[in-house]
Nanobody, 124 residues
Framework: QVQLVESGGGSVQAGGSLRLSCAASGFTFSSYVMAWFRQAPGKEREFVAAVTWSNGNQYYSGPVKGRFTISRDNAKNTVYLQMNSLKPDDTAVYYC?????????????????WGQGTQVTVSS
């Protein structure tokens, strides 16, 4: 069956770094857009970053651009999110998502598969 398993979350002080991983199985990973979303308490799930399967183009939301980097390794069926210069506002549950498309969706609807999420907590 399809699985997206996130890892790498944790607690870090402001200015620190974390690297999230999402291991995929049960579908043709190399044919899917892969994305990261996050959801803070009391807020809607929001787009963070995405990477296409066709040419590896990357897309970022405004708040994370320049600090976060998304990448994928099709040989390992894994997508990563390198998060640097973390801020308390980055505190959220981070979700991995997969979509059989060519252009990433920045709304949290229409994605084919979702992971269970990993908690990231940034303290000031």
């Amino acid at each position: 069956q399809v699985q997206l398993v996130e890892s790498g979350g944790g607690s870090v002080q402001a200015g620190g770094s974390l690297r999230l991983s999402c291991a995929a199985s049960g579908f043709t990973f190399s044919s899917y857009v892969m994305a990261w979303f996050r959801q803070a308490p009391g807020k809607e799930r929001e787009f963070v970053a995405a990477v296409t399967w066709s040419n590896g183009n990357q897309y970022y939301s405004g708040p994370v651009k320049g600090r976060f980097t998304i990448s994928r390794d099709n040989a390992k069926n894994t997508v990563y999110l390198q998060m640097n210069s973390l801020k308390p506002d980055d505190t959220a549950v981070y979700y991995c998502a997969a979509d059989r498309t060519t252009i990433p969706k920045t709304r949290n609807v229409g994605y084919d598969y979702w992971g269970q999420g990993t908690q990231v907590t940034v303290s000031s």
